[in-house]
């Protein structure tokens, strides 16, 4: 509303009590959420080699909508909401690899709004039926670069709103604290014979939470280093070795969730202490490894930064030195059992696993990991 005076002043009114009462009521879903699942579990995994140095992986799979993006997701509405972003029947857009939208469809649903998921044709069957699950609704393009553009393009004609995870991820999430993961890390850490880890092990997808963490420890003066583990085709390493925030890639990552064929604007490249490049045959190789150690089936986002945890402690054994080591479990393997667990897809994709499972067998006996 505008109103004018005889002073000439004119005042423009555009509080609403209704929209302002509905998005209270969004805001206490959102937070309700995560008073009830916020913490997940801390894993130790068992590795009798290695009797110096002890590994534990923080179970994002445990999330109710399974993935470690159910915190980003959360924060990403939190974010929007209360930047007056998201309206009452404003559709949420977003370019996605899967598990971002998995969790920010159940997030929609949660305040009652439209979810549109853009992603590539490729995306696994499980994630495109787990969103539809949830209520979202898919639309794909067939060159993984497009995601951004299309998704951009979507909300501009159907008034919706583009949450853009790549841009937002880093500054959603409250570093200082809040119960973010890092703090829930050293949190369950602390009680442990090493509680402040040597390292922790992370991937990139947006870089959000690289970053939270790289920065958490700062903040809470500890001197745990964070390495990022990254894929094969994935623009990240190479832009954070030759520091080329404009690094792009001509092939997509086959690791879904991680590896972009740009350094996305969430990735903090200076807060990052150790960058490794992980094969995509290892970080397969190491999740069909951790299946046979713990029993548990985990995506190869998780085999990628378990075997550059490996490949640390490994180091570490070596140089006699002793302490923890802390990676990620990000989300279920069963959403990949048509990928990473099917030898039919494996060979149609050239990927041979046999010599890194060797190596990884090597290092299960004799804590060294043949490099």
Not at 232 to 256: H, K, L, M, Q
Request: charged fraction near 25%.
């Amino acid at each position: 509303m505008t109103a004018s005076t005889d002073l000439g002043m004119v005042d423009i009114n555009r509080y609403d009590p209704d929209h302002r009462r509905w998005l209270a009521e969004a805001i206490a879903k959102v937070r309700a959420d995560s008073r009830r699942s916020s913490d997940t579990h801390l894993l130790r995994v068992p590795l009798a080699a290695l009797p110096g140095v002890d590994l534990y992986l923080k179970d994002e799979s445990t999330h109710p909508t399974g993935s470690l993006k159910h915190r980003l997701a959360r924060s990403l509405f939190l974010h929007a909401l209360c930047s007056g972003w998201i309206r009452p029947d404003c559709p949420v857009i977003e370019a996605s690899s899967g598990s971002t939208a998995v969790s920010e469809a159940y997030f929609a649903r949660l305040i009652g709004v439209p979810f549109i998921a853009v992603m590539a044709r490729s995306t696994s069957r499980e994630k495109v039926r787990l969103i539809e699950f949830h209520g979202g609704r898919c639309h794909f393009v067939d060159n993984a670069t497009e995601v951004y553009e299309v998704a951009a393009r979507l909300a501009r004609e159907g008034g919706g709103h583009y949450m853009d995870q790549f841009t937002f991820a880093e500054r959603a999430t409250d570093w200082r604290g809040n119960n973010n993961i890092a703090e829930s890390i050293f949190d369950q850490m602390s009680q442990e014979r090493f509680p402040d880890p040597a390292w922790v092990v992370a991937t990139a997808g947006t870089g959000g939470t690289s970053a939270t963490i790289a920065r958490y420890i700062r903040y809470t003066g500890r001197s745990t280093g964070l390495c990022v583990a990254d894929p094969d085709n994935s623009a990240f390493f190479p832009g954070w070795r030759d520091g080329d925030t404009g690094t792009t890639t001509e092939v997509c990552s086959r690791i879904e969730g991680i590896g972009r064929q740009r350094v996305e604007p969430s990735f903090v490249a200076s807060a990052i202490d150790r960058m490794i490049h992980v094969p995509d045959a290892a970080a397969i190789a190491a999740v069909h490894v951790l299946d046979e150690v713990i029993g548990r089936k985990a995506g190869a986002s998780t085999g990628t930064g378990l075997w550059a945890a490996f490949h640390i402690m490994s180091e570490m054994a070596r140089a006699g030195r002793e302490g923890s080591v802390v990676g990620l479990i990000c989300d279920p393997g069963d959403r990949y059992i048509d990928k990473y667990y099917s030898a039919e897809w494996l060979r149609a994709e050239g990927i041979d696993v046999e010599p890194y499972r060797e190596r990884l067998r090597e290092f299960l006996t004799s804590g060294q990991l043949p490099v």
